[in-house]
């Protein structure tokens, strides 16, 4: 056991003296989730599992610059993506009926986190990691031909402000192969390179107002590059 902590110790001493000068990250993300639209408590159905019935897929690109570094970095970052989940739409006289047309739901959820903190000053390749963060989710349902969809007058389109709430770990991969990590940050400016899993809570409901809620609990994996 002392001997895999000196060699851990001794692999992140030659990292930190090797590598270019840390500024940020950039990240990319992928998850599936279901938004919390169901939820809503003045609903007496269930249109998001009746119209969609599963959970949809969601990518964001996350850029961060790091504010502080010592025990641990702290990073300010900016989060934005895409979702989409198609179904079919129902009758509004009788929500058990398919209708044939498809519909489609898309959210671009954005996201400001002014709480990055990562706990990487250590000689272990998995670095535990939090953020909270404000979000703003833009939101508009398209019909059978692409057009924003309408119901009783009024667009399907809207946004909703919330925050997110995230805990992950992610995983070093230059502590499999030191050279090719060490060459990648003289040719590419990329300090580490990392894999990651990550548990976010999201409530998007402008703060516990009316409406929709777009929030949800849910994992997320990616690649995260630090340069």
Request: proline share 4%; aromatic share 20%.
């Amino acid at each position: 056991m002392r001997r895999i902590l000196l060699t851990f110790s001794l692999l992140f001493a030659l990292n930190i003296f090797a590598e270019s000068p840390r500024t940020g990250m950039m990240e990319l993300q992928f998850g599936f989730f279901t938004p919390d639209i169901d939820s809503e408590e003045a609903l007496t159905t269930k249109p998001y599992e009746d119209i969609f019935g599963e959970n949809g897929f969601v990518w964001r690109f996350e850029y961060g610059i790091n504010i502080w570094s010592g025990f641990g970095t702290f990073a300010i970052s900016f989060a934005t993506g895409n979702f989409s989940v198609d179904g079919k739409g129902v009758y509004t006289d009788d929500n058990t009926k398919k209708s044939e047309d498809e519909t489609i739901l898309h959210i671009v959820p954005n996201i400001l986190f002014p709480i990055n903190y990562s706990f990487d000053t250590h000689p272990f390749p998995i670095v535990p990691y939090v953020k909270l963060g404000v979000a703003y989710y833009i939101w508009w349902i398209t019909d059978g031909v692409g057009d924003v969809a309408s119901a009783n007058g009024n667009d399907a389109i809207g946004g909703k402000w919330g925050w997110e709430a995230i805990f992950g770990f992610r995983f070093l991969l230059d502590f499999i192969d030191p050279s090719a990590a060490f060459e990648f940050d003289n040719e590419m400016g990329i300090n580490d390179s990392y894999i990651f899993a990550e548990y976010r809570y999201t409530k998007i409901d402008d703060f516990g107002g009316e409406g929709l809620s777009l929030g949800s609990a849910y994992w997320n994996f990616g690649l995260a590059l630090a340069f």
